[in-house]
Antibody
Framework: EVQLVESGGGLVQPGRSLRLSCAAS????????MHWVRQAPGKGLEWVSG????????DYADSVKGRFTISRDNAKNSLYLEINSLRVEDMALYYC????????????????WGRGTLVTVSS | DIVMTQSPDSLAVSLGERATINCKSS????????????LAWYQQKPGQPPKLLIY???TRESGVPERFSGSGSGTDFTLTISSLQAEDVAVYYC?????????FGQGTKLEIK
C-alpha cells in the first residue's frame, strides 16, 4: 500500500526543539520530492518546506526560515523536519506530502498525504 | 508571493444540486510557455488529510468522481460539483504551484442544506 506515516509530534514547551519523521512505503521514495504542510487547529493549510528527490533543492516558508530544517534519507525511505525555537504559532498538525513528478525540484502539487502528527506548544 | 482567495467561506447546498466554489489568485498562474494553469483543488473531510481532486485547473485525479470538475484560467477558477452527494461534505482548498512559495486558499466549507 502506498502511504506516508508521520511521527514525532507531542507536547513541547516554547523555545524547545522537536524532530518530526515521515516514513514512506509502497513507492520508490527516492524518486520524489517531498514536503511538509501544516494546519493549525481549526485553520487552513500552510506549506512549510520542501526538498527535491536528491536533496539538491530545499525551500522554506518565510515563517519558518532559520528555525526549521528539512532533510531526507532515501536509504531509509524517510523524511524529517527539525523544528527549533518552537513558538506557540507553530502548534499544528504537520502533514508529510509527496510531489507527483519523479525527479522534480519540488515544484508541483501534492498527490499523496500522510495523516499528520500533532505538535502542541505550551508551557 | 501569490495570494489565493476563495469564495464563499461556507456554502450550503441541497442534495443533488450543483455546488460552485470560486478561487482567485492575486496574479496569473497561467504559464504562457505551455498554456497550463498551475492550480490544484483539494478536498478535506473532517479528521482526514487533504485529498487531491483536480490539478492543472481542470484535470481530474484518478479515481475522483466525474461530478467534480474544475475550470477557469489566469486568475479566476471554479470547482463545481454537479450533483451534491452526502459524502461531499468537506472543506475545499485551492492551491497554486506557479511559483515559490506555493500557497492555499483559506478554504470553503461545504454543507448540506
Amino acid at each position: 500500500e502506498v502511504q506516508l506515516v508521520e511521527s514525532g509530534g507531542g507536547l513541547v514547551q516554547p523555545g524547545r526543539s522537536l524532530r518530526l519523521s515521515c516514513a514512506a512505503s509502497g513507492f520508490t521514495f527516492g524518486d520524489y520530492a517531498m514536503h511538509w504542510v501544516r494546519q493549525a487547529p481549526g485553520k487552513g493549510l500552510e506549506w512549510v518546506s520542501g526538498i527535491s528527490w536528491n536533496s539538491g533543492t530545499i525551500d522554506y516558508a518565510d515563517s519558518v526560515k532559520g528555525r526549521f530544517t528539512i532533510s531526507r534519507d532515501n536509504a531509509k525511505n524517510s523524511l524529517y523536519l527539525e523544528i527549533n525555537s518552537l513558538r506557540v504559532e507553530d502548534m499544528a498538525l504537520y502533514y508529510c506530502a509527496r510531489d507527483p513528478v519523479k525527479y522534480s525540484g519540488g515544484d508541483w502539487y501534492f498527490d499523496l498525504w500522510g495523516r499528520g502528527t500533532l505538535v502542541t506548544v505550551s508551557s | 508571493d501569490i495570494v489565493m482567495t476563495q469564495s464563499p467561506d461556507s456554502l450550503a447546498v441541497s442534495l443533488g444540486e450543483r455546488a460552485t466554489i470560486n478561487c482567485k489568485s492575486s496574479q496569473s498562474v497561467l504559464y504562457s510557455s505551455n498554456n497550463k494553469n498551475y492550480l490544484a483543488w483539494y478536498q478535506q473531510k473532517p479528521g482526514q488529510p487533504p485529498k487531491l481532486l483536480i490539478y492543472w485547473a481542470s484535470t481530474r485525479e484518478s479515481g475522483v468522481p466525474e461530478r467534480f470538475s474544475g475550470s477557469g484560467s489566469g486568475t479566476d477558477f471554479t470547482l463545481t460539483i454537479s450533483s451534491l452527494q452526502a459524502e461531499d461534505v468537506a472543506v475545499y482548498y485551492c492551491q497554486h504551484y506557479y511559483s515559490a512559495p506555493r500557497s492555499f486558499g483559506q478554504g470553503t466549507k461545504l454543507e448540506i442544506k
